[in-house]
């Protein structure tokens, strides 16, 4: 055993940079390694300590179709949850490089229109039929466009605001009879509100999570401001608020801004966003007028839109109230 010893020292002393060179190089790795195994831990307790400080949230829930009263109940139930609070989102607008790789949103309204002159329901169906109008000619557009450079054909569809359940449920009604269309669009339009309820809920959204796919065959979406946070599509190119509050809901708009193709294309009818407004032509003008505005384009339907209906359907003439 002697010998061996100085066996060893003999060896270290005649390469002694030689050991040491190592011997710091074992002790680095074991530093280094120690400190990548406590690294997480460390973080872990470190942003805990954090955010029972600042009181930030430790779990976000996002809905896509938005969460009710009942739903942030529910929420405070759950065992071991100590709070929970609720909030809204904004949608922003981002430039790069002085480009904006959104859709352009405008509005489309009748030249020198008179609100007054027609009663709620004929403006919520003068403003549907004109929008299913502009839909129409959109989608022919986006399938020239698509088979004339080769990209996949983009399948659009309309988003119409209702105020509440009750006049959603009129809408639907209005849409899904012959009245419209000859009914062409009863089998291609979904509800979407808080009186959903069960399987019919869940078939909803599981329609609206599949809008962009080729196979899904829905048109129009109407809905009582419960696409919030969460539903974003690429497909969304023509909105149609109904007697709503506002002139226009940017948080709406932003529903639809994406760009199909993931860029601007340079062709006006691909990367617009248009939404139907007449009964506030006056405000439409100003707030395109103003700077700061997220519209700043004003476009009237005779001249944005061919007279294309459904499969080849007659359009229905100007000021038919379609009943």
Same mark, same amino acid.
């Given at each position: 055993?002697?010998?061996?010893?100085?066996?060893?020292?003999?060896?270290?002393?005649?390469?002694?940079?030689?050991?040491?060179?190592?011997?710091?190089?074992?002790?680095?790795?074991?530093?280094?390694?120690?400190?990548?195994?406590?690294?997480?831990?460390?973080?872990?307790?470190?942003?805990?300590?954090?955010?029972?400080?600042?009181?930030?949230?430790?779990?976000?829930?996002?809905?896509?179709?938005?969460?009710?009263?009942?739903?942030?109940?529910?929420?405070?139930?759950?065992?071991?949850?100590?709070?929970?609070?609720?909030?809204?989102?904004?949608?922003?607008?981002?430039?790069?490089?002085? +480009?904006?790789?959104? &859709?352009?949103?405008?509005? @489309?309204?009748?030249? #020198? =229109?008179?609100? /007054?002159? !027609?009663? %709620?329901?004929?403006?919520?169906?003068?403003?549907?039929?004109?929008?299913?109008?502009?839909?129409?000619?959109?989608?022919?557009?986006?399938?020239?466009?698509?088979?004339?450079?080769?990209?996949?054909?983009?399948?659009?569809?309309?988003?119409?605001?209702?105020?509440?359940? +009750?006049?959603?449920? &009129?809408?639907?009604?209005? @849409?899904?009879?012959? #009245? =419209?269309?000859? /009914?062409? !669009?009863? %089998?291609?339009?979904?509800?979407?509100?808080?009186?959903?309820?069960?399987?019919?809920?869940?078939?909803?959204?599981?329609?609206?999570?599949?809008?962009?796919?080729?196979?899904?065959?829905?048109?129009?979406?109407?809905?009582?401001?419960?696409?919030?946070?969460?539903?974003?599509?690429?497909?969304?190119?023509?909105?149609?608020?109904?007697?709503?509050?506002?002139?226009?809901?940017?948080?709406?708009?932003?529903?639809?801004?994406?760009?199909?193709?993931?860029?601007?294309?340079?062709?006006?009818?691909?990367?617009?966003?248009?939404?139907?407004?007449?009964?506030?032509?006056?405000?439409?003008?100003?707030?395109?007028?103003?700077?700061?505005?997220?519209?700043?384009?004003?476009?009237?339907?005779?001249?944005?839109?061919?007279?294309?209906?459904?499969?080849?359907?007659?359009?229905?003439?100007?000021?038919?109230?379609?009943?």
């Amino acid at each position: 055993m002697k010998a061996f010893n100085k066996d060893i020292v003999r060896s270290i002393r005649h390469s002694l940079g030689r050991f040491v060179a190592i011997a710091a190089i074992v002790a680095l790795g074991c530093g280094f390694y120690a400190g990548l195994r406590m690294t997480a831990p460390d973080m872990k307790l470190a942003a805990d300590a954090y955010y029972d400080g600042t009181d930030l949230m430790d779990i976000r829930v996002v809905s896509t179709l938005g969460l009710t009263d009942e739903d942030i109940e529910a929420l405070r139930d759950v065992p071991g949850v100590s709070g929970v609070e609720a909030a809204y989102s904004a949608d922003v607008l981002a430039t790069l490089n002085d +480009e904006q790789y959104v &859709k352009n949103p405008v509005v @489309v309204t009748r030249r #020198d =229109f008179n609100a /007054g002159e !027609y009663s %709620d329901n004929q403006l919520d169906r003068m403003k549907l039929l004109d929008g299913v109008r502009l839909h129409e000619s959109t989608k022919a557009k986006l399938e020239v466009y698509a088979r004339t450079f080769g990209k996949r054909i983009v399948k659009p569809f309309v988003l119409v605001v209702a105020k509440d359940t +009750e006049h959603s449920k &009129k809408i639907m009604e209005y @849409v899904s009879s012959p #009245d =419209f269309f000859d /009914g062409y !669009y009863a %089998d291609k339009v979904i509800e979407v509100n808080s009186t959903k309820k069960g399987a019919e809920k869940d078939e909803n959204i599981e329609l609206l999570l599949s809008l962009e796919k080729p196979e899904n065959k829905i048109e129009i979406v109407i809905h009582v401001n419960m696409l919030k946070e969460g539903w974003d599509v690429t497909n969304l190119y023509t909105i149609v608020p109904l007697r709503t509050s506002e002139t226009l809901t940017e948080q709406t708009i932003g529903r639809g801004l994406r760009l199909p193709y993931g860029e601007r294309t340079g062709d006006e009818y691909v990367d617009r966003l248009s939404i139907v407004s007449h009964d506030k032509y006056a405000a439409i003008i100003a707030e395109a007028n103003d700077p700061n505005s997220l519209v700043r384009k004003v476009y009237f339907i005779d001249a944005v839109a061919d007279d294309v209906a459904p499969q080849g359907r007659e359009f229905c003439p100007e000021g038919h109230d379609g009943a």
